[in-house]
């Protein structure tokens, strides 16, 4: 699939992929679109499908800022928003999220998300393809009454099982 890729956006070449319309995996078209599909089980609140987008061994990695323009560069060794080293890790921070054992998250917050400027490079002799979006979120905190919104770059390593890409490091 990762040889697929190249050819359509040539040998360590990048390819934008903001389509709606573009499908999860290759398309008839040849349009490669893995990272909008990602977003919406999430949005949905679909846990259980969003979940089965990352392998068992995904990283799940929220850096903190270290001072006003950088922010951490290594989750084992500098303090984090989230790390989460495994699958496992991420579904059970879910199922205290949506089993009311979160207090910050109950009631669950509404929230709406922009993906954009979506980036995507095949890694030259690698079967895998790290991609990058800017993500906004927008929170409205129930219990505040309160929006907030969030924004920023988020980075991603995908990973060829089976016919699917699933995120290995997010």
């Known amino acids: 699939a990762v040889d697929r890729l190249r050819r359509q956006i040539g040998r360590g070449g990048s ?16 349009h490669f679109c893995p990272l909008p599909t990602r977003f919406r089980p999430f949005a949905d609140r679909k846990w259980d499908e969003w979940l089965e987008l990352y392998r068992p061994d995904a ?3 929220v850096p903190a800022w270290d ?43 509404r929230t709406a998300h922009a993906v954009t400027n979506i980036l995507a490079s095949a890694i030259a002799g690698e079967s895998r393809i790290d991609a990058s979006a800017v993500v906004a979120t927008h929170i409205f905190d129930v219990r505040r009454r309160e929006p907030y919104l969030y924004f920023g770059r988020a980075g991603f390593r ?9 995120i290995r490091r997010k």
């Open 158 to 166: 995908l990973i060829p099982s089976g016919a699917a890409w699933k």
């Open 67 to 109: 001072d006003l323009g950088e922010t951490t560069t290594d989750p084992q060794a500098e303090i984090s928003l989230i790390y989460l080293s495994s699958r496992a890790q991420l579904a059970e921070r879910v199922g205290r999220v949506t089993g009311g054992r979160s207090a910050a998250s109950t009631p669950l917050p």
């Open 15 to 30: 390819v934008r992929a903001t389509s709606p319309r573009c499908p999860n995996q290759f398309g008839r078209r040849g």
């Open 59 to 61: 990283e799940y990695w």
